[in-house]
């Protein structure tokens, strides 16, 4: 088997739908072969976050539009990965701090970390600046115009261990905004998927 330095994983759970943006990893993968020196799995990976398996993955994605209600072998996962050192990028669909999947994401890390876990990051976190340089966290399309609460979140929120990022948490439906072919990045004055290459490196320990 080929020797990867990095592979996408995507968490799909019991609850909602984690099935969103099918074009998305694709996309973000094509930017770190474009922009990085990483050995790149180019296909992206698919774990139950109830499997073991997912505790090995260098970096997962967890997304939806609705309920989420983790199971307790979910909840064991998620709380066991990130305490090891595990890195997930979770982001809100709906790009709406007051919806659906906001409020029951959000009432569970409560539940696993404590109330005070989940915080805002300043926009002069080595997140912005680690690879590329950005002020804060781009502003997407859906943001702007589109379902939601049409408001512009000018920060990200996180749960930190040892102080390092382990959960990284967006209103602003990024996978969205990334979800098209890599092909069609030629049309765009400023590659979008820039900041996702930010995300996997920070992740990475860089």
Not at 52 to 65: I, T, V
């Amino acid at each position: 088997m080929a020797s990867f330095d990095f592979y996408f994983t995507r968490l799909s759970y019991e609850s909602g739908d984690w099935d969103v943006d099918i074009r998305m990893p694709s996309n973000v993968l094509n930017s770190l072969v474009e922009y990085t020196t990483l050995r790149v799995d180019p296909a992206e990976r698919i774990v139950a976050l109830s499997d073991p398996k997912m505790l090995q993955a260098p970096f997962c994605y967890f997304a939806g539009h609705k309920l989420v209600q983790f199971t307790p072998q979910e909840r064991r996962n998620l709380e066991k990965y990130l305490r090891g050192g595990g890195f997930v990028f979770v982001d809100d669909c709906n790009h709406d701090i007051d919806g659906l999947f906001a409020k029951s994401f959000e009432a569970e890390m409560t539940k696993i970390f404590g109330a005070s876990a989940l915080k805002k990051i300043p926009n002069t976190h080595p997140l912005y600046s680690c690879f590329f340089k950005f002020d804060g966290p781009p502003t997407t399309g859906g943001e702007l115009n589109g379902w939601g609460d049409d408001l512009v979140h000018d920060y990200l929120k996180a749960i930190e261990f040892g102080g390092r990022i382990r959960l990284l948490y967006s209103n602003k439906d990024y996978g969205c905004e990334w979800d098209y072919d890599f092909r069609n990045k030629r049309f765009l004055a400023v590659d979008n998927t820039r900041f996702a290459v930010n995300i996997i490196q920070y992740a990475l320990g860089a």
